[in-house]
């Protein structure tokens, strides 16, 4: 347990401000208990929060760390001028070098940064086409280690052909029977029926959801429409993916508005990836009859979810309908999606403790003015996973950082000599 001192108390969903000890219990279920009977408190670990911020820590709804190792690496062979060239020309030559070391190092790097940012939770999306088997165990593990939370999925694909889209599926398979995890697909334009089929028929059997690009950019929906005569979001409906209430369609840039009744009329739900949409140049996203069930993702880009949550407000309202209170509801909806499809590990005694210093007052009604405007990774002090302290005055208590960087740079450099 961690005994948390006089602190200040921000209910991440009322946005109510108190003053605080607050009691931290560890486990899976741990509840948090304020201003707790002294005798509970005397042989805990104390953590002196005066003049902090005390809240509700957060996750991620759609990231990739098997991207991790790309930073700064050389560049590819031909520039990418489009959409579909950025994935040929970078990350399905990367993703296709990565083998089982390389995927562990990027992982824990990714868990490590989500953790210093104040992220407990991730639900990740991976690809490694040439080193499929064991893959996700090894990613929960890295994630495990550093004690972030995980929601898992395999991208199949029938890109590198059917045998590695049926060793994607095996894996998916396997991992589902042990952990909770999602059905991953890549994407409409690489993935044909009988491999859609199934996926659908796999989460059905799991009692998962799948978890899928959807018209990131113009050219899945016209590959779609070019070869199945239907638009993305209808094809996937019909085929079942929409089913499921653990679904997750990332992106959604390019729906026409049947589309996005369709996805409102689901129980599935969206990921707004605003930077990585700039910076592919796909497109902006807009929350136009979709519905309210939208979170947000870094997808691979970084792992500082508050910054994508500023980006999604920045870009988005000049053009979607989102002002500061849906900005927040987004950037925390994702607690709502993992409590209600029942998953674990993103809990009430998950907690980010803020170093948070303002020339100007805060308090509960001008509270969104200050997350959008104000606050910052770098304010992240202390990090509580499950009741456990991860990490301390902003440093890592979990894993040794540095050695873990100093080994992710040897993978990086072996991963860019792979490839071609
Ligand atoms: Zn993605």
Not at 247 to 252: E, M, P, Q, R, V
Not at 259 to 283: D, F, I, K
Not at 310 to 336: C, K, L, M, P, W
Not at 392 to 401: A, I, R
Request: glycine content about 8%; some cysteine.
């Amino acid at each position: 347990m961690i005994f948390l001192k006089n602190g200040t108390w921000i209910d991440w969903q009322s946005l109510e401000f108190k003053k605080t000890d607050i009691l931290v219990e560890e486990g899976p279920d741990g509840k948090i208990l304020f201003n707790p009977d002294p005798e509970r408190t005397g042989h805990v670990k104390a953590i002196d929060c005066s003049g902090k911020l005390i809240t509700r820590s957060f996750a991620n709804g759609h990231h990739h760390s098997y991207s991790a190792l790309a930073r700064g690496m050389p560049a590819p062979k031909k520039n990418p001028v489009n959409f579909l060239e950025i994935l040929h020309y970078i990350w399905w030559n990367l993703d296709k070098a990565l083998d089982l070391e390389m995927i562990r190092l990027s992982a824990l790097v990714t868990a490590m940064s989500c953790a210093k940012n104040g992220v407990t939770f991730v639900i990740d999306h991976h690809a490694s086409p040439f080193a499929i088997e064991g893959s996700l165990e090894i990613l929960a593990q890295a994630f495990e280690e550093v004690g972030v939370g995980h929601l898992l999925c395999y991208e199949i694909s029938d890109r590198d052909g059917q045998d590695i889209a049926r060793k994607g599926l095996a894996e998916t398979a396997t991992y589902l029977q042990k952990r909770q995890g999602l059905v991953g697909l890549h994407a409409s334009f690489t993935v044909g029926n009988d491999t859609l089929k199934q996926a659908v028929d796999l989460a059905l059997a799991a009692n998962s959801g799948i978890h899928i690009h959807v018209a990131e950019d113009k050219s899945d929906e016209e590959d779609c429409i070019r070869h199945y005569q239907m638009r993305v979001i209808e094809r996937l409906e019909s085929a079942g993916a929409l089913q499921f209430s653990k679904t997750i369609l990332a992106h959604c840039l390019h729906l026409d508005d049947r589309e996005r009744n369709l996805v409102e009329r689901s129980p599935a739900w969206v990921v707004q990836n605003m930077e990585s949409n700039l910076n592919n140049s796909v497109g902006f996203f807009t929350s136009k009859g979709l519905g309210s069930r939208i979170m947000l993702g870094t997808d691979g880009m970084h792992s500082d979810i508050l910054r994508s949550a500023q980006a999604a407000f920045f870009s988005g309202h000049n053009f979607d309908s989102i002002d500061y209170g849906e900005t927040y509801r987004r950037f925390r909806n994702v607690h709502h999606y993992l409590s209600k499809n029942g998953f674990s590990g993103d809990s009430a005694n998950n907690l980010v403790v803020l170093s948070y210093d303002t020339p100007t007052p805060l308090t509960s009604s001008n509270f969104l003015e200050h997350f959008l405007f104000g606050f910052e990774a770098s304010d992240v002090t202390h990090v509580i996973s499950r009741g456990k302290l991860i990490v301390e005055s902003g440093n890592l208590l979990t894993v040794k950082e540095q050695e873990i960087l100093a080994e992710a740079q040897l993978q990086a450099v072996r991963l860019w000599k792979k490839m071609k």
